[in-house]
C-alpha cells in the first residue's frame, strides 16, 4: 500500500493510521485541517497519543523533523492546544 500520508517527514505507519481513522488521508486533508486540530481529532477518537505527535504534524507539514522545531514554534502549538480545551462552565 502506497500511503501518502507515511511519506511526509516524522509520520510512521501507527500515527498515519492514526490520521486514517478520523478522515486525513492525504498531506492536503492534513494541511487544511492543520496541526492542532488533526491531533485533537486523534486524541478525541480515543487515541493515546502524547504531544510528540503534535510536534510530529508541525514538523510533517513544515518538512522538518519535529525534535528541530524550535521551541518558540512548539510553545505556539501548545498554547493553541490549551486555547481550544473545553472550559467547564460551573
Known sequence: MNDELQHLKNLGKTSAQ???AVGIH?????RR????DAYRAV??????????????????????HWNDLPP??????NGQL?????????
Open 72 to 77: 518558540g514554534i512548539k510553545d505556539s502549538l
Open 18 to 20: 492514526w490520521l486514517h
Open 26 to 30: 492525504s498531506a492536503n486533508d492534513l
Open 43 to 64: 486524541r478525541a477518537r480515543g487515541f493515546r497519543a502524547s504531544k510528540v505527535l503534535l510536534y510530529a504534524i508541525e514538523g510533517a507539514l513544515l518538512d522538518v
Open 33 to 36: 485541517l492543520g496541526s492542532v
Open 82 to 90: 490549551d486555547e481550544r480545551v473545553p472550559r467547564n462552565k460551573s
